[in-house]
């Protein structure tokens, strides 16, 4: 029989004492001790990127880590996003871009936009394009997620 650990998750600002084993995905146990579903699981070998979360700021694979990595670190899931019942500038500028078809990379893509945004609110289309195929996507050719990005930027750059 596994031992198992005891941690607490600070996700979205919230601390979620949980007991996990040491093996435990920090993405299931976002998605089923946390209550956070958002956070989708896809491939479950960190390429398709729709697990992604960002940790201390930085967007990681949270499929790829185990919950006991992520204690005493600041975890961010796209229900952290919203502010006050409204939309990030991102999650608008998806929906106002058509960025989403089916919807189950879009948290993927809106954690990994956010962390890069948040770090580098000028990044070249190029650089973003390059990032961005980090995520997979079936539905949308990426034209839109690169507008919406693009978008958004402009949008958090104004300050609106």
């Known amino acids: 029989m596994t031992e198992k650990t005891d941690i607490t998750l600070t996700v979205n600002g919230r601390d979620f004492a949980v ?6 995905t920090l993405a299931d146990t976002i998605r089923d001790d946390c209550g956070q579903t958002g956070t989708h699981i896809g491939c479950e ?3 398709c990127g729709a697990c992604t979360v960002l940790l201390d700021g930085e967007p990681v694979r949270s499929c ?6 992520a204690e005493g670190r600041e975890i961010r899931t796209v229900e952290g ?3 006050d019942g409204a939309l990030s500038p991102l ?13 189950f990379c879009t948290p993927g893509f809106l954690m990994l936009a956010t962390g890069v945004l948040e ?14 195929s980090s995520n997979l996507c079936r539905c949308t050719g990426y ?8 978008s958004a930027a402009a949008t958090m750059k104004a300050g609106r």
Do not use: S, W, Y
């Open 143 to 150: 034209q839109n997620i690169v507008k919406a990005v693009k």
């Open 119 to 132: 770090r580098d609110p000028d990044i070249g289309e190029d650089e973003l394009r390059e990032v961005l």
């Open 64 to 69: 790829l880590m185990f919950a006991v990595q």
């Open 81 to 83: 996003l919203a502010a």
């Open 45 to 47: 070998h960190g390429v």
């Open 91 to 103: 999650q608008q500028a998806f929906i106002d871009n058509h960025a989403l078809q089916c919807g």
């Open 19 to 24: 007991t996990v084993e040491p093996r435990r």
